[in-house]
């Protein structure tokens, strides 16, 4: 049986959350060219004390580890009752990828895991078993139902607002890397059946420097059922302007679940993020690839003063009712994704 027929649905990322899940940077000289171990490690910790002023933060690290991630997250001031550590090994960071989504059932209120296949975005980093086992490894230890999704997903592929539509991109779901057997309406079915929303909107492609192929958390973001962040980018330039002001478009000719179009904002991108001899010449940085959590939402920033001051400030009026706290990423995104990218949230 789907987790779709027996009564779940996935939540949206603004409803109640019993914790964010991490998983911890690994020991791997090809992350962050290998200098930057010490500096990733206080990344991780400065992130997860802001989350555990807020709610639980659960860890993915191997065993061997915990004493010093505890240590570290205590160095950064996080609230050591809202840290719990768990000894599953893993290959990278990227808890919204290989981790988990965590569907509800409406009725009882049960919480369960759906278990997508996770090939690192398309074969392009190997290894990825441990990564591709955290799923069953994150049910098996919360005793939560396990749902086989059927399929390769990213959680960073998808968006949702609660209201039976899922938002995402052509580059990615139909791209051949991830599931070259499988058909538009097969993908279509799958995410019905594994997540319980009715509709799929698709755009066609991401932002430049995006390993991913377009992951939709860098591009728009559902801020309630009926209103959309949208990345827009001011440098006629970019290679990003005709990309995003297409898929602007296109989000302003979806309707929403009344019927009616969607209210789009608008949200510029930072200036180029850029590194020199870096793999990735410009850097997938995105304001959108924000965190919700219970009573807040961590947002990216990149040491861009007004870019980053403009950013905050629209964030704050969308989610008036939340604390929003800026984060630097700068240094997470030459890896290719930031906060949205690291977490996953897990439903109350």
């Known amino acids: 049986m789907s987790a779709a027929a027996a009564g779940f649905v996935m939540p949206p990322e603004w409803s109640p959350q019993a914790a964010v899940w991490l998983s911890w940077p690994v020991d791997d ?3 962050w060219g290998g200098a930057k171990r010490g500096l990733m490690w206080a990344k991780f910790a400065e992130i997860a004390a802001a989350i555990s002023r807020f709610e639980p933060v659960r860890i993915n690290a191997p065993g061997a580890d915990h004493r010093a991630i505890a240590e570290a997250c205590n160095r950064a001031r996080a609230l050591p009752e809202h840290i719990e550590l768990f000894d599953h090994p893993h290959n990278d960071v990227w808890c919204r990828d290989h981790g988990p989504i965590f569907v509800k059932q409406a009725g009882t209120g049960e919480v369960a895991v759906t278990d997508w296949g996770f090939n690192a975005w398309g074969g392009k980093f ?17 005793g939560m139902a396990r ?5 390769i997903l990213e959680g960073g592929a998808i968006e949702i607002n609660g209201a039976g539509q899922l938002l995402t991109t052509e580059a990615v779901l139909l791209n051949p890397n991830r599931n070259p ?7 279509e079915q799958r995410l019905r059946d594994g997540l319980g929303v009715a509709e799929i909107l698709w755009l066609p492609q991401g932002i430049e420097g995006d390993d991913t192929d377009g992951h939709i958390d860098d591009l728009a973001r559902f801020v309630d059922a009926q209103t959309l962040l949208a990345c827009v980018e001011p440098d006629r330039n970019s290679p990003n302007q005709p ?17 009616r179009p969607f209210e789009v904002l608008d949200i510029p991108l930072p ?6 001899g870096w793999r990735l010449p410009v850097l997938p940085a995105s304001y959108v690839n924000f965190l919700i959590v219970n009573g807040g939402v961590l947002v990216p920033t990149f040491r861009q003063a007004q870019n980053d001051a403009r950013a905050l400030g629209l ?10 706290l800026g984060i630097d990423c700068l240094d997470l995104v030459e ?12 439903p109350a």
């Open 315 to 324: 964030l704050r009026d969308v989610f008036s009712g939340r604390e929003v």
């Open 271 to 276: 200036q180029a993020c850029e590194v020199a």
């Open 126 to 142: 190997p290894p990825w078993d441990q990564d591709d086992a955290i799923p069953g490894r994150m049910a098996a230890a919360l």
């Open 181 to 187: 057997d499988l058909t538009r309406a097969d993908i």
């Open 29 to 31: 000289p090809r992350h």
């Open 243 to 259: 990309i995003l002001a297409d898929n602007r478009a296109r989000l302003k000719s979806f309707l929403g679940p009344q019927g």
């Open 147 to 151: 749902f086989d999704g059927g399929m």
């Open 335 to 346: 890896e290719g994704g930031t906060l949205h990218c690291i977490s996953q949230q897990q």
